[in-house]
T-cell receptor, first 112, second 112 residues
């Protein structure tokens, strides 16, 4: 079993839909949770960063962390075709290491 | 302000050959991390350099080696290439090991 599990998709939604992306993890020592967006032929860029449990909102994006269930989510409201990309969850914070452990990414397609 | 740059963009090698990939960090950053991203997978940490020393290393064989120069730029060397080394190689820079990592566009390596 991998430390971080993420459904690769693809997830195809119409423009304007609410998108829910999720990851589960097995290492209870993870404390920092991140979501990256990766466009084709580009490197990942950090979207959201959350420490421990709770919610964080930034514009159309909301990140949720439930440490009791070892489950994290990213919600995208009013999705746009420009949101089409691969979304990678990542987590870190074990033993003083800040090297992120990534999920495999979910491919999102928002069609007009 | 230029972000993280990597060269070359892509290259093709044959099994058994050696390859060197290069990375220039974002201005003001002193730490460089290298990742391997196989097709359909998340980035896997190779190693991190700070003050010209390898500070952390992931689960990669000794065929993978690196170097950091006084200007903080870095090289990744892979010897005795295998077909399985075909991947996107990402460089990320940060200010210190705990800072947010900014990724470059990657170098796509194909081993035939």
């Amino acid at each position: 079993q991998k430390e971080v599990e993420q459904d690769p998709g693809p997830l195809s939604v119409p423009e304007g839909a609410i998108v829910s992306l999720n990851c589960t993890y097995s290492n209870s020592a993870f404390q920092y949770f991140m979501w990256y967006r990766q466009y084709s032929r580009k490197g990942p860029e950090l979207l959201m960063y959350t420490y421990s449990s709770g919610n964080k909102e930034d514009g159309r994006f909301t990140a949720q962390v439930d440490k009791s269930s070892k489950y994290i989510s990213l919600f995208i409201r009013d999705s746009q075709p420009s949101d089409s990309a691969t979304y990678l969850c990542a987590m870190t914070g074990t033993g003083g290491s800040y090297i992120p452990t990534f999920g495999r990414g979910t491919s999102l397609i928002v069609h007009p | 302000d230029a972000g993280v740059t990597q060269s070359p963009t892509h290259l093709i090698k044959t099994r058994g050959q050696q390859v060197t990939l290069r990375c220039s960090p974002k201005s003001g950053h002193d730490t460089v991390s290298w990742y391997q991203q196989a097709l359909g997978q998340g980035p896997q940490f190779i190693f991190q350099y700070y003050e010209e020393e390898e500070r952390q290393r992931g689960n990669f064989p000794d065929r993978f080696s690196g170097h950091q120069f006084p200007n903080y730029s870095s090289e990744l060397n892979v010897n005795a290439l295998l077909l399985g080394d075909s991947a996107l190689y990402l460089c990320a820079s940060s200010l210190g090991g705990e800072g947010e990592q900014f990724f470059g566009p990657g170098t796509r390596l194909t081993v035939l």
